[in-house]
Nanobody
Framework: QVQLVESGGGLVQAGDSLTLSCAAS????????MGWFRQAPGKERAFVAA????????YYTDSVKGRFTISRDNAKNTVYLQMNMLKPEDTAVYYC???????????????????WGQGTQVTVSS
């Protein structure tokens, strides 16, 4: 049974930092691409960042480039999202996702990912 468990969300002020973690089980993590998505109230779930199974290639949506960093520790079966210079518009539920079919992945698409976590709330006050 695949499980993705996010942690690290919370309430912060604009300009603060947070690091989200996602612990995976039930998958061969070292051969799984991983992504982070977020969903703000009234909006669709949207791509934030992704990292390939080797941890060599990373991808970001434009609004977080230079502020967010995705990384992974294959020894710990964990993917991270370091979020700096947070803005109120970053407020959302953040979801971790796993892509086990890594052939020609479209990292930016929700449809690419096979498994999802339950999400963790990030709230940024102004």
């Amino acid at each position: 049974q695949v499980q993705l468990v996010e942690s690290g969300g919370g309430l912060v002020q604009a300009g603060d930092s947070l690091t989200l973690s996602c612990a995976a089980s039930g998958v061969t993590f070292s051969s799984t691409n991983m992504g982070w998505f977020r969903q703000a109230p009234g909006k669709e779930r949207a791509f934030v960042a992704a990292i390939n199974w080797r941890g060599i290639n990373t991808y970001y949506t434009d609004s977080v480039k230079g502020r967010f960093t995705i990384s992974r520790d294959n020894a710990k079966n964990t993917v991270y999202l370091q979020m700096n210079m947070l803005k109120p518009e970053d407020t959302a539920v953040y979801y971790c996702a796993a892509d086990v079919d890594t052939y020609r992945p479209n990292y930016y698409s929700r449809a690419e990912y096979d498994y999802w976590g339950q999400g963790t709330q990030v709230t940024v006050s102004s």
